[in-house]
């Protein structure tokens, strides 16, 4: 059973006050870094898995995709994408990630942002992606940071007085299952390393192009809210190509 939390009513009205949600690709602190590894997508035909509100579907055809299609698993997300666009090349699927059927070779570029910490098993999805890319497709993904997701707790150690002191790391090689809070409780997640992530895609058939571990952009850490965001990665972003 894949967990549908995006569904729950609660967790979805606290979703849609995120600064990401609301303000699109420049609410969140890691698009700079993903926008610079996208490649030329001009005629190009995009996946985005986990699309959430559609703003990676949307920036893709604003770069001149030639079509996007969109796939998430929850309702909710994809009834407030579906309101956000007006383009017929641009089409929306609910179902989970790891249920995905396509032809072999159907896209150029398959893109994901912070959706696989969600699916038990990044292998399998890294052998469905290499057959639906073309050959020498791209495949960029961004997800919470093996670092982040180490402890069911993914928080910092606090002081008496609540000032943070550092951000914990634990039972990093034991992967699995995480039972952890993000917006609401009992959120599912899966840890797992990052020789892991790197070695799944090389054994699906990719070459790793660049790995990147942001920091938020330099307008955002003008915010005090951020600053501890040096002091631990929160996300790693991987660039691949079929081979």
Not at 6 to 35: C, T
Not at 39 to 47: A, C, E, F, M, N
Not at 63 to 75: F, K, N, R, T, Y
Not at 204 to 219: H, M, Q, T, Y
Request: hydrophobic fraction near 35%; charged fraction near 25%; aromatic fraction near 12%.
């Amino acid at each position: 059973m894949k967990q549908n939390k995006y569904d729950d009513e609660n967790f979805f009205s606290a979703y849609k006050q995120m600064p990401r949600s609301i303000q699109g690709l420049e609410g969140a602190g890691e698009w700079h870094v993903l926008k610079a590894l996208m490649p030329d997508l001009r005629d190009k035909s995009v996946l985005d898995l986990g699309c959430g509100f559609g703003w990676h579907c949307r920036y893709a055809r604003e770069q001149q995709a030639s079509s996007v299609v969109g796939v998430d698993i929850s309702e909710k997300m994809l009834q407030q994408a579906a309101e956000l666009t007006d383009d017929a090349a641009i089409s929306y699927l609910q179902m989970p990630i790891e249920d995905i059927e396509f032809p072999n070779a159907q896209f150029d570029v398959v893109i994901s942002s912070l959706a696989f910490h969600y699916i038990e098993s990044f292998e399998a999805i890294c052998k469905k992606i290499h057959d639906v890319l073309k050959p020498g497709g791209s495949f960029i993904f961004s997800v919470e940071h093996p670092i982040f997701t180490t402890r069911n707790e993914q928080d910092w150690y606090y002081d008496e007085h609540g000032n943070r002191l550092h951000w914990p790391v634990d039972h990093y090689s034991s992967e699995g299952k995480r039972e952890t809070t993000f917006l609401t409780d009992n959120v599912i997640k899966y840890h797992r390393t990052i020789s892991t992530y790197m070695n799944n895609l090389i054994q699906a058939g990719f070459a790793i192009k660049a790995v990147k571990e942001p920091l938020p952009s330099e307008e955002m850490m003008s915010n005090p809210i951020m600053q501890d965001e040096t002091r631990r990665p929160m996300f790693i972003i991987i660039s691949a190509e079929k081979i």
